[in-house]
């Protein structure tokens, strides 16, 4: 109850996302003292509380009920009850994050790119035909941090981080002393409070080193809201690092043919949205057009692509994109439930009439 208290009313200060992922998607529940980085748990979290009580409920299972066709009802209201639990659970440790695939008209890609979290992306361009990427999660970004990387004995340092910040010209920085990064000719990063707003996103900052067996190869300034790979080369290989939103690839693409935005004749409400794509897989042999609309979503290999949005004056579309293999167990959860609870008060009111007709 407490947990789920907190929880609800920090969502108006940190979004209903950070708040799921604080409170109830967690082990525990940390507090931060003022200018520290120390993280001290005080309360266990949302895995920690809906693990109790799935043990407890098997356990008074085991210790209190016995296999009879008058605890069938039961049986069947509480399997469902742990079924949507574990189901959840798995949900949440096993599943890919809730993504945004953006396409260009006539675009492909074969990714799509996370809404709130970014990686600092290390990719070896040396091979014509692919490219090797290494990601390292934003978690493990920050100040003075040193991450090994497993090509070439390189390594890369972290010299500055901003979870959030902002571009702006050089000039309208309020000091020469004002602290800074600098992302381009003119460009500079300046730091901003992070941002927990659902229609904004934190977009991160960063300066970097590359060393090579303690060599320093270079020192670039990077930034989300300027993903422009930065090239470098290192032993006759040719490399890139960038700073951009976290990406989950997929083993097949998508190509935007066209986006339409139809309206009502003579207004600009909005009457359809849709996107006609060419599907990618030759490891399945498919290449196919679909049609994606409201409520028409393309489903394929676990994947589900919904209409969201458009940009650019209708020549870019927005599509959601979801992965859950477990989607049915909500379904099956439920129908246990139901049909224990009918099962459980059925014979209860079968016993109730029974008795009051031999009455």
Known sequence: MVLVFV???????IGVFEAENRY?????????????????????GGYI????????????HIA???????????LLLHSGLILLLVGQLFADLFVDLESQL????GQTKNYSESLYYDELAVIDTTDPDSDRVISIPDSRLYHGSKIDLPVDALQVVVNEYYSNSALINQNQLPSTNYPHLRVGPMAVAVQLEKTYKENERNLPSAGVSIFQNG?????????????RPVSFQVGGKSYQIVLRPKRFYKPFAVQLLQFRHDRYAGTDVAKNFSSRVRLLD??????????????NPLRYRGYTFYQAG??????????????????????????????????????????FVKRRVIA
């Not at 109830?24 to 266990?44: A, E, G, M, N, V």
């Not at 509380?49 to 008074?60: D, S, W």
């Not at 859950?324 to 129908?335: D, K």
């Open 310 to 351: 458009f940009d650019n004056n209708d020549t870019t579309t927005v599509l959601q994109v979801a992965q859950n293999p477990s989607w049915l167990v909500p379904y099956i959860s439920c129908g246990l439930i139901v049909v224990g609870m009918l099962f459980q008060f059925g014979m209860h009111l079968f016993s």
């Open 215 to 227: 060599q320093l190869i270079g020192t670039w300034s990077l930034a989300a809201a300027f993903p």
């Open 7 to 13: 929880g609800t009313l920090d969502q108006v200060h």
């Open 102 to 105: 953006r396409l260009d008209q």
């Open 64 to 74: 209190r009920f016995k296999l009879s066709w008058k605890k069938a009802g039961i």
């Open 24 to 44: 109830f998607k967690s082990f525990f529940l940390f507090f931060t003292p003022p200018h520290t980085d120390l993280r001290i748990p005080w309360f266990p």
């Open 282 to 295: 030759p490891s399945k042999h498919e290449d196919r057009e679909l049609l994606i609309f409201m409520n």
């Open 49 to 60: 509380v809906g693990g109790l009580l799935l043990v407890n409920l098997i356990a008074a």
